[in-house]
């Protein structure tokens, strides 16, 4: 089993930036493909980022390219994603995932609020 916390969310400003960490316990995190997922108020759940195992293949959502970036260390069993240039439409919980195979683990997810 895996377990995923995520860190870095908060108030920022439009314009502004935030690195969302999420750290892993309990398993081999090297295996894992991870994910960033977000959740809107009032809206469903909206892929944004992923990244494969060795960290060489990072993916994103139309409305995340150019913005963000997804990464890890899998030395330090962590996955981030930096967010520049935050939009409001940003404003969100966001979710960390790990995936490998038939094992499936979330994070409990991080506020991210972009307002003046």
């Known amino acids: 089993e895996v377990q995923l916390v995520e860190s870095g969310g908060g108030l920022v400003q439009p314009g502004g930036s935030l690195r969302l960490s999420c750290a892993a316990s309990?398993?081999?995190?090297?295996?894992?493909?991870m994910n960033w997922v977000r959740q809107a108020p009032g809206k469903g759940l909206e892929w944004v980022s992923d990244?494969?195992?060795?960290?060489?293949?990072?993916m994103y959502a139309d409305s995340a390219k150019g913005r963000f970036t997804i990464s890890r260390d899998n030395a330090k069993n962590t996955v981030y994603l930096q967010m520049n240039s935050l939009k409001p439409e940003d404003t969100a919980v966001y979710y960390c995932?790990?995936?490998?195979?038939?094992?499936?683990?979330w994070g409990q997810g991080t506020q991210v609020t972009v307002s003046s």
């Open positions: 990244i494969n195992s060795g960290g060489e293949i990072p």
């Open positions: 995932n790990a995936r490998a195979g038939w094992r499936n683990y």
């Open positions: 309990g398993s081999t995190f090297s295996s894992y493909h």
